[in-house]
């Protein structure tokens, strides 16, 4: 994964499969990516995890920011 450089920016070009909405227990979003997309972290961060066995997703990477935040790219 790859930093974008400056404020956080959206990591793939993609469609927005879900929207943040707690009322729905949902606290970030989804994007929807053509298979093979390359994929910028969103901000510098650490990454704190990996896995190949969450749900049906091929793998993922947990980033741990600067602010705080974490983001998943799966």
């Known amino acids: 994964i790859q930093a974008s450089r400056g404020a956080t920016g959206w990591p793939v070009r993609g469609k927005i499969e879900s929207k943040f ?7 970030g979003i989804d ?11 969103a901000a ?12 049906d ?3 993922v990477i947990v980033l741990r920011h600067a602010t705080g935040l974490f983001s998943v790219y799966g």
Do not use: F, M, Y
């Open 31 to 41: 994007l929807l990516a053509e298979h093979g997309s390359v994929v910028t972290a």
């Open 21 to 27: 909405d707690t009322s729905r227990g949902l606290s």
């Open 57 to 59: 997703l091929d793998a």
């Open 44 to 55: 510098d961060g650490k990454v704190v995890a990996i896995s190949n066995q969450i749900d």
